[in-house]
């Protein structure tokens, strides 16, 4: 079946350095990746999300990129801030008429002062 | 504009009790998604309805899950009976529809403990 590999589980980064998250799918039909953060106790939010007719996509100090061809696709955070320690899920899904959103496994993030 | 709204936001039952959520996705959505987030784990699908239809209830556990979405709006899910590893937290989801705009909006979700 479909699946969304995530890494890594967890991840630790001093303020102000940049974090990568990175994803795998199996899915070739797959062609939305959304990403979610999860702050603690609180519902997953939508961050920024790709569609598969791009390779990069930036919002201020976030990015994601994607290759296809390997099935890959990452997430940046750049200049890392206290407010975003969080965990954070990809996910893969496809436009059909019976596409699933499948997450990955999260990636506790925590930014260090 | 209204969120998902579930309820109860925390439950706590006996092993072999049941027990149901209920979702009220947002207005006009026509996609309902369960997931079941087990602490420390990503949320896992456990059905979709598209509208009033079941997309998807693959990795439901259908002998003591179920759920239903009467009239293509408010959904509930019921586990009867409940296991000790049914512990987690439910989220239901929606999104506008199929297709496009896939952007899926969560509830705060129901978090069940079974003792």
């Known amino acids: 079946g479909e699946n969304v590999e995530q890494h890594p589980s967890t991840l630790s980064v001093q303020e102000g350095d940049s974090a990568v998250i990175k994803c795998t799918y199996s899915d070739s039909a797959s062609n939305y990746f959304p990403w979610y953060k999860q702050e603690l106790g609180k519902r997953p939010q939508l961050i920024i999300d790709?569609?598969?007719?791009?390779g990069e996509k930036k919002d201020q100090r976030i990015a994601v990129t994607l290759n296809k061809t390997a099935k890959h696709f990452s997430l940046h955070i750049t200049e890392t801030q206290p407010e975003d320690s969080a965990v954070y899920f990809c996910?893969?899904?496809?436009?059909?008429?019976?596409?699933?959103?499948?997450f990955g496994s999260g990636t506790r993030l925590s930014i260090r002062p | 504009e209204a969120g998902v709204a579930q309820s109860p936001r925390y439950k706590i039952i006996e092993k072999r009790q049941s027990v149901a959520f209920w979702c009220n996705p947002i207005?006009?959505?026509?996609?309902l998604y369960w997931y079941q987030q087990i602490l420390g784990q990503g949320p896992k699908l456990l059905i979709q309805f598209q509208n009033n239809g079941v997309v998807d209830d693959s990795q439901l556990p259908k002998d003591r899950f179920s759920a239903e979405r009467l009239k293509g709006v408010d959904s509930t899910l019921k586990i009867q009976p409940a296991k000790l590893e049914d512990s987690a937290v439910y989220l239901c989801?929606?999104?506008?529809?199929?297709?496009?705009?896939?952007?899926?909006?969560f509830g705060q979700g129901t978090r069940l403990t079974v003792v």
């Open positions: 996910a893969a899904t496809a436009y059909s008429s019976a596409s699933k959103i499948i």
């Open positions: 207005s006009g959505h026509a996609t």
């Open positions: 790709i569609r598969s007719n791009v």
């Open positions: 989801a929606s999104s506008l529809r199929q297709g496009r705009n896939t952007e899926a909006f």
